[in-house]
């Protein structure tokens, strides 16, 4: 049985844990990834069948970690949004023209995003453990000992939890976390249609919450369907006709010919926000430390803003002999991006009420919200500033500076 030393593990190999080793280990800290999947099986296009909106911020991150060169191929910029409420024929728009800083954002297969990053791990000096679960941590005052269940350990300063939204670690270390699961379940699919996309996503909200059109490269799009759960479950069990049926309910026929894809995926949704993000030697990141309603497309948004503020800290901390595992670091940390999350999770939370709202004064209080914003530039363009990443206090990273 043998300990191997870093300065830091990250115990989850998702994408905020791959994504924060290769910046890590880009700056040359001794970094230590631990993923209970074998790295080779994360990037199967049946594990995950979704696509992400990667915000402006995002970008900058994944660029300034030389990450976007191998994402680019698979990117399809977001040129606008149309918002709609039902069948209200009030629309909101927003259109990259109204601002300076070129695309709202890109769609991206997830599966892409986990081939470039894995690539990455692979080939940075990065100690990788994938294949393996953690057993146990402890957390000692100089060092934080991380048990493996093949018997071996590592040992650092600090120990990332990016162990996704049940994290493991969270709970072993005793953290608490407020919860709420919501009574919708996500759809995910994709969709080929006849006509082109032109880069515009559209957001229906419809009474069982919304039905998001995602625009991917070529005429291709990404389906994010939110039901009910037990009608949710219905639909997943129709035939291929049933449910192509069901899509082109919802979907219409303004690309003309619809023909869904293969795969069809079902998330519960919940909403999750641990009461620290950090302890004795530890932080959480991504999904471990905030899991929120996707309705606004940002939960890896705020991962990856998490691990650039991370990163930025761990690296300041180094460079001045300091150690990143104690607490003037963890508690810059901690005060950095908790307020960011916690405001995000009061949002999408918050917009999924709203417009599951049936009542008619309230529908009539949002689509007067809708007119009120289209037509008020200045509140436009603050929204869509915080949805692109742009606005609040960045990382480096996320403002195309290096680390
Ligand atoms: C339907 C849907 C659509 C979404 N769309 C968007 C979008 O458009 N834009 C956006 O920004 N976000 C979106 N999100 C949110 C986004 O997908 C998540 O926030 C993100 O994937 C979280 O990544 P993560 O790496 O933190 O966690 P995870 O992906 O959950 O990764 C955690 C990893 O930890 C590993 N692990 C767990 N326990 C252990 C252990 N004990 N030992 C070793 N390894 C362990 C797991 O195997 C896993 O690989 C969406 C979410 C949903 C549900």
């Known amino acids: 049985m043998t300990e191997r030393r870093a300065e830091v593990i990250i115990v989850g190999g998702g994408m905020v844990g791959m994504c924060l080793a290769v910046a890590l280990a880009d700056a040359g800290v001794a970094t230590a990834l631990v993923e209970r999947a074998r790295m080779a099986d994360l990037a199967e296009p049946e594990r995950d069948g979704r696509a992400s909106a990667i915000a402006a911020g995002s970008q900058r991150i994944l660029d300034g970690l030389g990450l976007w060169q191998a994402i680019a191929p698979h990117a399809q910029p977001i040129h606008g949004i149309r918002v709609a409420d039902g069948a209200s024929p009030l629309f909101l728009h927003f259109d990259e023209d109204e601002l300076a800083e070129g695309p709202l954002g890109w769609i991206v297969e997830n599966t892409a995003i986990r081939q470039a990053l894995g690539h990455a791990v692979t080939g940075a000096d990065l100690l990788v453990a994938d294949g393996r679960q953690v057993t146990k941590v ?15 350990s590592l040992a650092a300063r600090l120990v990332i939890a990016a162990d996704g939204r049940n994290s493991p670690l969270r709970a072993a270390a005793g953290i608490d976390a407020v919860r709420w699961s919501y009574p919708q379940t996500a759809i995910v699919c994709s969709v080929d249609h006849e006509l082109s996309h032109d880069g515009i996503a559209h957001e229906h909200f419809l009474p069982p919450g919304p039905f998001a059109i995602l625009p991917m490269t070529g005429n291709r799009s990404s389906i994010v369907w939110t039901e009910e759960a037990a009608r949710a479950r219905a639909i997943l069990s129709l035939d291929d006709a049933g449910f192509a049926e069901q899509l082109r309910l919802r979907f219409g026929s303004f690309l ?8 069809r995926w079902h998330h519960p949704l919940s909403a999750i926000l641990a009461r620290s993000f950090t302890g004795h030697r530890l932080a959480l990141a991504g999904d471990a430390a905030h899991a929120i309603h996707p309705i606004a497309g940002q939960g890896l948004n705020l991962g990856l803003r998490d691990i650039a503020a991370l990163a930025e800290i761990v690296t300041d901390t180094l460079r001045v002999g300091l150690d990143p595992g104690l607490e003037p670091a963890l508690a810059r940390y901690q005060k950095w991006r908790r307020s960011d999350n916690l405001a995000m999770l009061a949002v999408t939370d918050a917009l999924n009420r709203l417009f599951a709202n049936e009542i008619p004064a309230v529908r009539l209080a949002r689509d007067l919200g809708l007119g009120i914003v289209h037509r008020t530039r200045p509140l436009k363009k603050l929204f869509m500033r915080q949805a692109m990443g742009l606005a609040g206090d960045l990382p480096r990273l996320a403002s195309g500076k290096p680390l």
């Open 138 to 152: 402890e957390y000692g005052t100089r060092r934080a000992h991380v048990l493996l269940d093949d018997g071996n």
């Open 256 to 263: 003309g010919q619809l023909s869904p894809g293969s795969g």
